[in-house]
């Protein structure tokens, strides 16, 4: 048997390679703004400049840990979902969850929602500590866009994540782990 031995770039991110203060921030978004303008050979001010730039405009929308759920006892889930043309009244209902927090009423931790083209319109990612909890948050989905589904919406759990928000798992070696006897 052959194994194939990957090196991994230091960042453990693909860059944008469109601007280097950026790129920085995807490497390590927790180093300092004089580490950045060291590396990108620039001063602070302008390193500090650029970043709130970004942030006003969105271009930057936060920043957040990458958590391994399997390591706090939780699980990841995805939900697909095809729905009809979407609505206006269908992005009211959205925003209006976020805004209430429904995730996090139901004890789950919504971590992506996509707006998608293709096979499925929506895909939700979300962490729960148990498949009964993963399960009313699925159902509360299910009730509150029951008019605008074309069918029941599809709950997975997620195995093994390899890549989460454009950080390889320090643990991807695991994924040996599932390989067929």
Request: a positive charge; one cysteine or more; charged letters at 35%.
């Amino acid at each position: 048997v052959k194994i194939m031995v990957i090196k991994m770039h230091k960042s453990n991110t693909t860059l944008f390679k469109v601007d280097r203060i950026l790129d920085e921030l995807l490497i390590n978004a927790r180093q300092s703004i004089q580490e950045i303008a060291k590396k990108c050979k620039t001063y602070r001010q302008k390193v500090w400049r650029k970043i709130k730039k970004m942030e006003e405009t969105k271009t930057i929308w936060g920043y957040t840990a990458v958590v391994n759920e399997e390591k706090i006892g939780w699980k990841l889930f995805m939900v697909f979902m095809k729905m009809k043309p979407l609505t206006k009244e269908q992005v009211e209902l959205q925003i209006n969850r976020h805004k209430k927090d429904v995730p996090g009423k139901l004890a789950v931790r919504l971590i992506d929602a996509y707006y998608i083209n293709g096979t499925y319109d929506w895909i939700i990612i979300f962490a729960a500590k148990d498949w009964a909890t993963a399960r009313k948050y699925y159902d509360n989905i299910r009730k509150e866009y029951e008019e605008y589904l074309l069918e029941k919406p599809e709950m997975v759990d997620i195995i093994f994540s390899t890549i989460r928000w454009g950080k390889v798992n320090p643990e991807i070696e695991k994924l040996y782990e599932f390989v067929s006897p």
